[in-house]
């Protein structure tokens, strides 16, 4: 490789985003602009929680296409391959999840991941069968190790230049890391998230897997709220008028 006196100056991740849409099969992004994520930790849960093709087209609205990764490439991705990616990201989020709580001794979760995770999603890995919980927990320490990195394929490790441009003194250097595709930054993600040991909660509404924003956020939006709160209210609604209705038959003569 020759030696260059003129590098070429990285600016860190730079992804494409634009108006999405979905024609025969595929997601198009049209009208593509640069742009970059900052400290984002909601990609790998939006991900996760895509069910459909209206699902993939909010999803590149919001942060562009999966794996195009260079810009020369046609900015279009295969509707099926991005259910796919957000069903493997959804089992993988699930099982980190099961397995931290298991950690932390919920029985149901330790429960789940050894009737139905561990046979299905860690097993395939080893040679030999776990013999008791302690080895089924470090496989899947392990598998979700693997499925991670596996999401992170083609990460590379980057020198970032920290200077503030007001004040040049300060300025020094990190390492950064720096993904090929929003894909592999969705995996990166949940690492750092795991890594870091940040709290995630199963919405009680609607299953999603969320980083609560206060201690006694139970559900994943607003809007699972809301409906959760409502079906609280029609379930009161519906015992009070069968009692109604049995107070009224006793009370006929
Ligand atoms: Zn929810």
């Given at each position: 490789m020759?030696?260059?006196?003129?590098p070429?100056?990285?600016?860190?991740?730079?992804?494409?985003?634009?108006?999405a849409r979905?024609?025969?099969?595929?997601?198009?992004?049209?009208?593509?602009?640069?742009?970059?994520?900052?400290?984002?930790?909601?990609?790998?849960?939006?991900?996760?929680?895509?069910?459909?093709?209206?699902g993939?087209?909010?999803?590149?609205?919001?942060?562009?296409?999966?794996t195009?990764?260079?810009l020369?490439?046609?900015?279009?991705e295969p509707?099926?391959?991005?259910?796919?990616?957000?069903k493997?990201?959804?089992?993988?989020?699930?099982?980190s999840w099961?397995?931290?709580?298991?950690?932390?001794g919920?029985?149901?979760?330790?429960?789940?991941l050894?009737?139905?995770?561990?046979?299905q999603?860690v097993?395939?890995?080893?040679e030999?069968e776990?013999?008791?919980?302690?080895?089924?927990?470090?496989?899947t320490?392990?598998?979700?190790?693997?499925?991670i990195?596996q999401?992170?394929?083609?990460t590379?490790?980057?020198?970032?230049?920290?200077?503030?441009?007001?004040?040049?003194?300060?300025?020094?250097?990190?390492?950064?890391?720096?993904?090929?595709?929003l894909?592999?930054?969705?995996y990166?993600?949940l690492?750092?998230?795991?890594?870091r040991?940040?709290?995630?909660?199963?919405?009680?509404?609607?299953?999603?897997?969320?980083?609560?924003?206060d201690?006694?956020?139970?559900?994943?939006?607003p809007e699972?709220?809301?409906?959760?709160?409502?079906?609280?209210?029609?379930a009161?609604?519906?015992?009070?008028?069968?009692?109604?209705?049995?107070?009224a038959?006793?009370?006929?003569?």
């Amino acid at each position: 490789m020759p030696v260059s006196m003129r590098p070429t100056v990285l600016s860190g991740p730079m992804w494409l985003r634009g108006k999405a849409r979905h024609e025969a099969g595929y997601i198009i992004l049209e009208e593509p602009k640069e742009y970059s994520l900052y400290d984002n930790t909601e990609t790998v849960f939006d991900l996760a929680d895509i069910e459909d093709v209206n699902g993939c087209v909010a999803f590149a609205d919001r942060y562009g296409l999966l794996t195009h990764g260079s810009l020369d490439d046609e900015l279009r991705e295969p509707v099926t391959e991005w259910l796919q990616h957000a069903k493997m990201m959804w089992t993988v989020l699930r099982l980190s999840w099961h397995y931290r709580q298991a950690c932390n001794g919920s029985e149901e979760s330790l429960q789940t991941l050894t009737d139905v995770a561990s046979p299905q999603l860690v097993r395939p890995a080893f040679e030999n069968e776990a013999t008791n919980t302690f080895e089924m927990m470090a496989q899947t320490n392990i598998a979700i190790a693997a499925y991670i990195n596996q999401g992170m394929d083609g990460t590379q490790q980057r020198i970032s230049a920290d200077a503030e441009w007001d004040d040049p003194i300060e300025g020094g250097f990190r390492f950064i890391i720096a993904p090929p595709t929003l894909l592999a930054l969705a995996y990166q993600q949940l690492g750092t998230l795991l890594m870091r040991g940040v709290e995630m909660r199963r919405c009680l509404h609607c299953d999603s897997i969320f980083v609560p924003v206060d201690s006694r956020q139970r559900y994943c939006s607003p809007e699972c709220s809301g409906r959760a709160r409502y079906k609280r209210f029609a379930a009161r609604k519906r015992e009070r008028e069968s009692a109604g209705a049995v107070d009224a038959g006793t009370a006929e003569p």
